[in-house]
């Protein structure tokens, strides 16, 4: 039965955590603060707190973004022309 409610708390902990996406909001205060203190020592920690949730929250997807961080973009598709010629372009 305890583990039945721990799970059950486990459950309606993340779900809570999920809609009130709290890395998205701590991100941008993050953004906004780095704006505002572009010193070493006060902006660190600050992203620190920010990489922080991300990984409790969204381990995958961090950890992820974090090894492709310096990856070149990929290429886009190859450019297509029209033709508008009416005749096929003879």
């Not at 991100?27 to 992203?47: I, K, M």
């Not at 707190?49 to 973009?73: E, G, K, M, Q, S």
């Not at 990929?74 to 010629?85: E, K, M, N």
Request: aromatic fraction near 8%; hydrophobic fraction near 45%; charged fraction near 20%.
């Amino acid at each position: 039965m305890v583990e039945l409610l721990a799970a059950t708390a486990l459950l309606a902990a993340g779900y809570a955590l999920g809609r009130l996406r709290p890395h998205d909001r701590l991100a941008e205060w993050t953004n906004w603060q780095l704006g505002f203190h572009l010193d070493r020592w006060t902006s660190r920690p600050r992203q620190a707190a920010l990489f922080a949730l991300l990984l409790l929250t969204d381990p995958i997807n961090t950890v992820r973004a974090w090894r492709h961080r310096n990856d070149p973009p990929g290429r886009g598709p190859a450019l297509t022309f029209r033709d508008d010629a009416p005749d096929g372009g003879a």
